[in-house]
């Protein structure tokens, strides 16, 4: 219990909130109830005193006896009663002995702050003082009427008004109160707890854990926390399936690389005896060396880089600044020793510079540029634009275009157009590494006309804060 008043948690805000909502309202409804109850107190008595004078008013000579005096007197519950009309004799209604007021209250000219104060006054103070309320007269607007009363008759009448007021607005504070902290608990509190319950769990086992159900989160709403559910529910399916996908993949990796292994040792005396075939005389028989020489280079080849993207981390960069043309000379010379018919064309214009790692970057374009040639193009251009952001690069060429289901999956590991010997890494590996100078590698289009791919990489400045990111994340 002193958990649930004096706690931090949503449910215990919000009890103290709903009571201090419900007490606002209460002090809202009272003070203006108790202030209206002696205006109208004071209304009534002036009215009755008024009806008590005017006995004596049309008396004749204004003269009555005490006995009927005494009589009215009692009957509008006034101590005295005067009437002052202008331009005419005082009329008065008073006993024998004339009381002495303390207090005075001009009805005529209270302010509400005043009739506020002396509501409140009255209910607090005790004693048995007279009061002299002066008033306009309810008969003649322009005359005035004087009253004294027991003040002590006043505060007992509003004491009891105020109790009765007091005693149903409680009433209704406390059940509006209660509904309003029963709705509030169910629609904001309790989807939160079940929330929250389910982002713990599944943080604690997010294999294990089911995704959160909306619907049993907020069953009929259409609210915020019911889209916050939604999407906490799509993200940890996501997640579940990413760890999934993660977890089989390193599985894949680890039986891959050791296949991998095995392999470069079974294929060793496969190429020293076909190294040796390629030694015979006999024409028929060298050729079929060269041919088995080649397809084993290209078996060890593919060993190797599935090995390589296998046990490489995040890459690490060394970075300095570079002159980008002949970054890309470099990589265009090893394209072409690969695919002669292949004609690149550096169109970068000179003094465009980038601070980047060299070998790293000459491999992203050797890999764009090789993939070009491996194709069928026949020409590719390599052009830049740079300003204060970066540089933005295009590699364009006339090749055939990419094949359609390659397309929708380009740059996943081992995704290949059935390329003889392609691993399907080149171009996983070319985004990793220009994602790692901060900077992005994008198809732009392609078709039987050719393919263009766009590369930026960013000014310095914003791509060693995401190269140091990336060096900080890599696992130790
Ligand atoms: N410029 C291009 N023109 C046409 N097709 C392309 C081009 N670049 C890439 N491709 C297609 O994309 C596929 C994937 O390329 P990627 O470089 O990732 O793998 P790969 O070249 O098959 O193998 P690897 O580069 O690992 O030896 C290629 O097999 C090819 O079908
Ligand atoms: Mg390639």
Redesign the pocket.
């Known amino acids: 219990m002193i958990r649930l008043l004096f706690g931090r948690s949503l449910s215990v805000r919000l009890l103290w909130l709903t009571i201090a909502v419900v007490l606002a309202a209460e002090v809202m409804v009272f003070v203006p109830a108790v202030t209206r109850a002696r205006h109208d107190w004071l209304s009534q008595h002036v009215r009755d005193g008024q009806i008590a004078i005017l006995a004596v008013a049309i008396a004749p000579g204004g003269l009555v006896d005490a006995q009927v005096r005494e009589s009215l007197l009692r009957l509008s519950g006034a101590v005295s009663v005067r009437l002052h009309a202008p331009g005419q004799p005082e009329v008065s209604l008073a006993p024998a002995i004339a009381p002495t007021t303390a207090t005075v209250v001009d009805l005529r000219d209270e302010t509400a702050m005043e009739g506020v104060q002396r509501a409140l006054a009255a209910l607090l103070r005790s004693g048995d003082a007279l009061l002299r309320v002066e008033a306009t007269s309810p008969l003649l607007p322009a005359a005035t009427i004087e009253i004294v009363l027991n003040e002590a008759a006043l505060d007992r009448d509003l004491r009891d008004i105020a109790r009765d007021i007091g005693a149903v607005s409680v009433l209704v504070a406390l059940a509006a109160g209660a509904l309003m902290y029963l709705v509030l608990h169910a629609l904001l509190v309790r989807p939160m707890h079940r929330i929250i319950g389910s982002i713990v769990a599944f943080r604690a086992n997010p294999e294990r854990t089911h995704p959160l159900d909306p619907k049993a989160v907020a069953p009929l709403a259409n609210d915020e926390i019911a889209a916050a559910s939604r999407e906490l529910a799509a993200l940890q399916q996501e997640l579940r399936e990413a760890l999934w996908r993660n977890a089989r993949l390193a599985a894949l990796g680890a039986a891959v690389s050791r296949a991998s292994h095995d392999l470069r040792g079974i294929l060793s005396p496969a190429l020293l005896t076909a190294e040796r075939l390629q030694m015979n005389e006999d024409p028929r028989i060298s050729n079929a060396g060269d041919a088995l020489v080649r397809a084993v280079e290209r078996a060890t080849e ?1 060993v190797r ?1 599935t090995l390589e993207f296998a046990r490489e981390g995040p890459p690490t960069l060394i970075r300095a600044p570079l002159e980008l043309g002949s970054v890309v000379e470099e990589a265009a010379e090893q394209a072409h020793a690969i695919s002669p018919r292949l004609r690149i064309e550096t169109a970068v214009p000179a003094g465009t510079r980038v601070e980047a790692d060299a070998g790293e970057l000459v491999r992203v374009f050797a ?2 540029l ?3 040639g ?4 026949h020409h590719a251009t390599v052009g830049a634009v740079s300003d204060r952001a970066g540089v933005e690069v295009t590699i364009a ?1 006339d ?5 359609e289901p ?1 397309q929708r999956a ?2 996943r590991p081992f ?5 003889p ?10 985004r990793d590494l220009v994602r790692a100078h901060g900077g992005e590698l994008t198809l732009q289009r ?1 078709g039987p006309a ?2 263009v ?1 766009r590369l930026s990489i960013p000014a310095v400045d914003s791509g060693r804060l995401v190269t140091e990111a990336r060096a900080d994340a890599k696992p130790a």
């Open positions: 593919l880089r890999n764009l090789r993939n070009a491996e194709a069928g193009a060429d090749g055939p275009g990419l094949p390659v380009l740059f995704v290949t157009g059935g390329r010997g392609g691993s399907g890494l080149g171009m996983a590996i070319a392609t050719g393919t791919f």
